[in-house]
């Protein structure tokens, strides 16, 4: 490959790939994916600086800049999908759909079709002949978002940053004077900005308040909509002081343990163990070249940054799959993504993963 098109969305990750890429002798196209404008819940969406200081950048290095408008795209593929899912009670994980469908399929599509060999992200994870590995820096390793992407699409993309800590990306951004260089990481929802999930939701999601049970039928406190809520919660749900007897255990914090929807009733429990699971069943499957054997001893990672348990599957069908986990996970969560990996020479490799469907244990 030789013509890649970055996709610079205004931080210092993807400037630095930009960067490299062009150190390295790529003719490098910077490429800013306008996806989300709109204003959330009173919060100033970052877009426009964010444009701003990709611009900056690209000026900086000297680079041609696009602009790519996929905000009709984005919003069909990635937030009704988000919101969908979370009407039904479910804790879905837009960054995952975003990089299936947006970065990895609909911006490499384009750049292909102006005359790109291929694309680059910013994403600390490496990909060697379309298979995916973790990234060096196991801090900042962001291979659980790309467990869905193809491995056509792997072949045509680079990750510049894989095989750097993020203090080399750091100090690499200010020795070039680059405007993004002491900007702070995002930490919102991927291309809306810094807003909560509950906030974003409420715009979109009309929500009945309910009854919040604890697990032995007592109706401790009410929720604002069992939407917001997501298994293994502690924070916001203002019953404290709920459980203030000798029976329950007074003073113990309370953890959301499960919704149903149909009663809009989130229940709560104090004790952990209700929390841990050793089973998981996954759907919506997708395995990059090949598909996982039985009885293997495989990791699995059933959130960003979450451990890495290891575990084999149980029972493994075309369209589902059943893990048994060598220890208890906390708050395996359905709508969320387990991640297989397989320990190589070459690091931690993805295999794939599903979606968290239905737990037992």
Not at 3 to 22: E, H, N, P, W, Y
Not at 157 to 179: C, D, H, I, N, T
Not at 298 to 319: C, E, N
Request: glycine share 10%.
């Amino acid at each position: 490959m030789k013509k890649i098109f970055v996709g610079m969305s205004g931080g210092v990750d993807s400037s630095v790939a930009a960067a490299l890429l062009q150190r390295d002798g790529y003719e490098v196209t910077g490429v800013y994916m306008k996806n989300w404008t709109q204003d959330v819940g009173g919060i100033e969406c970052s877009w426009q600086q964010d444009l701003s200081d990709a611009q900056s950048v690209a000026a900086r290095l000297d680079i041609p800049f696009e602009i790519f408008d996929f905000e009709t795209e984005y919003r069909e593929r990635v937030v009704e999908y988000m919101v969908a899912e979370y009407e039904a009670g479910l804790t879905p994980n837009p960054d995952i759909m975003c990089n299936q469908e947006v970065k990895f399929k609909l911006f490499l599509e384009t750049a292909l079709a102006r005359g790109a060999d291929g694309i680059a992200t910013g994403h600390y994870a490496r990909t060697r002949n379309g298979q995916l590995y973790a990234g060096v820096d196991e801090s900042k390793d962001q291979s659980y978002f790309l467990y869905r992407v193809s491995m056509a699409a792997l072949r045509q993309s680079l990750f510049p940053l894989g095989e750097m800590q993020k203090s080399e990306v750091r100090r690499l951004a200010a020795e070039l004077e680059l405007a993004t260089a002491a900007k702070p990481d995002s930490q919102g929802i991927c291309f809306i900005g810094e807003v909560s999930i509950k906030e974003f939701l409420q715009q979109y999601i009309d929500t009945t308040p309910g009854p919040i049970k604890h697990i032995d039928g007592r109706v401790l406190g009410q929720h604002e909509g069992a939407a917001l809520y997501t298994i293994g919660q502690r924070h916001g749900l203002d019953v404290g002081g709920a459980l203030l007897d000798a029976k329950l255990g007074g003073g113990l914090p309370l953890y959301v343990v499960s919704k149903d929807m149909a009663s809009n009733t989130v229940y709560v429990t104090e004790n952990l163990t209700a929390l841990m699971q050793d089973e998981l069943t996954i759907d919506n499957l997708h395995w990059i070249d090949t598909i996982p054997q039985p009885d293997h001893p495989y990791l699995v990672r059933t959130r960003h940054r979450g451990q890495l348990i290891p575990s084999h599957f149980t029972d493994l069908a075309k369209a589902r799959a059943q893990l048994k986990l060598s220890e208890p996970e906390r708050a395996l969560t359905a709508g969320q993504s387990a991640v297989i990996y397989t320990e190589t020479d070459q690091g931690l490799k993805v295999i794939g993963g599903g979606v968290i469907a239905a737990l037992s244990g």
